[in-house]
T-cell receptor, first 112, second 109 residues
Framework: EAQVTQNPRYLITVTGKKLTVTCSQN?????MSWYRQDPGLGLRQIYY???????DKGDVPEGYKVSRKEKRNFPLILESPSPNQTSLYFC???????????FGPGTRLTVL | DAKTTQPPSMDCAEGRAANLPCNHS???????VYWYRQIHSQGPQYIIH???NNETNEMASLIITEDRKSSTLILPHATLRDTAVYYC??????????FGQGTILTVHP
């Protein structure tokens, strides 16, 4: 089944403790993105990648890192999480720049 | 990116067509119109997109006005499972999307 998977689905952590949210797609898509969703602010893009080793900032990249060492994986790294990064995070992938984006199920992160 | 304006909420009776409007008066010639929806807190789901011509797929139809300043998403026979937040997004050819507040569509029996 074609899908985007994210892990973990739920995470509660404390300020400053490094964490990684994994994202994997099995559709051989070139493009992958990370979004965060906050009440009243909609979904905002954090980072995106157009291919292996090619990444770029989205609208709200501060406090996040990404890497694209393999085509299928696009992990989101929070080196020193802070409470303002408490949010619902979505990973997405697409075949091309105008293709539909497939979204993962989401990761609900709480930073205390 | 062109800004979009959508009504905050709409209601529709089950089995009837749901027509969701979107204004994008500042759209430029190379910007596409995309529609996604999000059911509760699930990942957004792609519905349809278009540039100039009207488009139809198994889920919906997209009607874009001739001047491209507005569009309408049509769900021909709405069901209770179509209750969701619907997002109209205007974007150039890039894999990044900025979602606004969208329209909360409630389909009632």
């Amino acid at each position: 089944e074609a899908q985007v998977t994210q892990n973990p689905r739920y995470l509660i952590t404390v300020t400053g403790k490094k964490l990684t949210v994994t994202c994997s797609q099995n559709m051989n898509h070139e493009y992958m993105s990370w979004y965060r969703q906050d009440p009243g602010l909609g979904l905002r893009q954090i980072y995106y990648s157009m291919n292996v080793e090619v990444t770029d900032k989205g609208d709200v990249p501060e406090g996040y890192k990404v890497s694209r060492k393999e085509k299928r994986n696009f992990p989101l790294i929070l080196e020193s999480p802070s409470p303002n990064q408490t949010s619902l995070y979505f990973c997405a992938s697409s075949f091309g720049p105008t293709s539909e984006q497939f979204f993962g199920p989401g990761t609900r992160l709480t930073v205390l | 990116d062109a800004k979009t304006t959508q009504p905050p909420s709409m209601d529709c009776a089950e089995g009837r067509a749901a027509n969701l409007p979107c204004n994008h008066s500042t759209i430029s010639g190379n910007e596409y119109v995309y529609w996604y929806r999000q059911i509760h807190s699930q990942g957004p789901q792609y519905i349809i997109h278009g540039l100039k011509n009207n488009e139809t797929n198994e889920m919906a139809s997209l009607i874009i006005t001739e001047d491209r300043k507005s569009s309408t998403l049509i769900l021909p026979h709405a069901t209770l499972r179509d209750t969701a937040v619907y997002y109209c997004i205007v974007r150039v050819v890039l894999p990044s999307l900025t979602f606004g507040q969208g329209t909360i569509l409630t389909v009632h029996p």
